[in-house]
Each structure stands twice: as structure tokens, then as C-alpha cells.
């Protein structure tokens, strides 16, 4: 078996990456190129190119004068976002239930593994894009255009605000894969259409309340170092 080497900048980029999937990078904390090579034995080029990456995937901010920054999701209107996909996401799907097929669930079984596997590998982009994928495949036959819309502009203007915030909050990224599978579960039984929109919008509102949590705790942290 011939084995692959990873480059410093991949190095690099998978130490920042799971740094702010686990909250060792916190939201506003800045990434000291200097610090983080003393700490790593990484040279300063590759974390510059890991920097940009990140930068144009969403995940930090540089700054001129002051460096890169871990990028804060804006609360507000994440919040705001959260809550009408919710409900418009739980509608949808309840209404695109009975029209998917086996090959389409199982389609949507495949995307929740991949899933796991990129939360496992610490892949970012990956896991948010392929969520999207995933929520959107069960609206997908809802038969009302209107809402299908709707559901996708909510969607795009969730990842113009962050592409996801499950990494603010520790272990909520791993719970919802299981909640994905109660729902798929749900929709393979024939359950009825209340109780599947029920689940959906209760998934969605467990991540809102998952990051409203640990951005208390966060805060209150702050306010006790100082």
C-alpha cells in the first residue's frame, strides 16, 4: 500500500479546522501565525495558505493590522433564520413524505453517513454542505413551489450567515445525525403528517437551543476571567 503524504498546508489546515469545530478556537479569538507554529513546528507559509482557505470557506476573518480572527456567527439573525425554516422545513417535509420513494430515502440514509464520516474526518465545509443537501431532499416533493422556494431562499441566507453553527455548540452536530435517522424512520413508518413536521421543526429548534446554550455558557465564562 502506498502511503499518501499530507502536506504542511493540509497539516495545518485540519489543526484550525478542528481547533474551531471544538471550540478551541473560539468565535473573535485571533490565529497567531507565530504562536501557532512554535505550538505545531509548522512554518509560517502554510499557515498563511491554511488562512485563506479558511477565510474563503467562511470560518475566519483577516484583518489588516489585526490578523486572522475565528468568524462570530451573527446570533440575530441566525436566530431569526433558525426559527422560519423551522417551521417552513417542517411543512415541507410533512407534505413531501408520502410522495418519496425507497431509493430516495436511502439516497438520504447515504447523506446522513457521509455525514458522520465528515464529522468524523473534521471536514467542515463537507458536513455543512452536505446537511443542506440532505434537508432540502426531503422537501423536495412537497408539490407546493411556492414553499420549495421559500425553504431554499432560507437555506441560502443561512450560509450567507454561516454555513452552519453546529460547531458552537459541542455534540449538537453528532445528536442531529441521530435525530435524522428518527425522522427518516418516520417517513419509512407512515407516520402521520403532524407528527413528521412536529420532528422536523423539533430538530431544527434543538440546534437553536443547543447554540443559544453554549453561548451562554461561553459568555459567562468571559465574565468570570475578567
Known amino acids: 500500500m502506498v502511503e499518501t503524504k499530507i502536506s504542511k498546508a493540509e497539516q495545518a489546515y ?5 481547533g474551531i469545530m471544538d471550540g478551541t478556537y473560539g468565535p473573535g479569538q485571533r490565529l497567531v501565525i507565530d504562536q501557532l507554529g512554535r505550538e505545531h ?3 509560517s507559509v502554510p499557515w498563511r495558505e491554511s488562512l485563506r482557505r479558511l477565510e474563503a470557506e467562511g470560518w475566519v476573518d483577516i484583518v489588516p493590522n489585526a490578523g486572522a480572527i475565528v468568524k462570530s456567527v451573527d446570533v ?4 431569526r433564520t433558525m426559527n422560519l ?4 422545513e417542517g411543512y415541507a417535509t410533512a407534505l413531501s413524505a408520502p410522495r418519496l420513494d425507497a431509493a430516495e430515502l436511502a439516497e438520504a440514509r447515504d447523506l446522513n453517513k457521509q455525514m458522520g464520516e465528515a464529522l468524523a474526518n473534521f471536514d467542515p465545509q463537507r458536513f455543512g454542505d452536505l446537511n443542506r443537501t440532505f434537508h432540502e431532499s426531503l422537501c423536495s416533493k412537497s408539490d407546493d413551489e411556492r414553499l420549495n422556494h421559500l425553504v431554499h431562499a432560507e437555506w441560502t441566507r443561512l450560509d450567507l450567515i454561516r454555513r452552519t453553527a453546529f460547531w458552537y455548540a459541542p455534540g449538537r452536530a453528532l445528536a442531529s445525525l441521530a435525530e435524522h435517522d428518527q425522522i427518516l424512520d418516520l417517513i419509512e413508518a407512515g407516520a402521520d403528517a403532524d407528527l413528521i413536521e412536529t420532528s422536523v421543526r423539533q430538530h431544527e429548534i434543538n ?5 443559544a446554550k453554549h453561548e451562554a455558557e461561553r459568555k459567562a465564562a468571559e465574565r468570570a476571567r475578567s
Not at 440546534?207 to 447554540?211: E, Q
Open 14 to 18: 485540519a489543526i484550525l479546522s478542528r
Open 41 to 43: 513546528g509548522i512554518s
Open 76 to 79: 440575530d439573525s441566525w436566530h
Open 85 to 88: 425554516l423551522a417551521r417552513l
Open 207 to 211: 440546534t437553536l437551543d443547543a447554540v
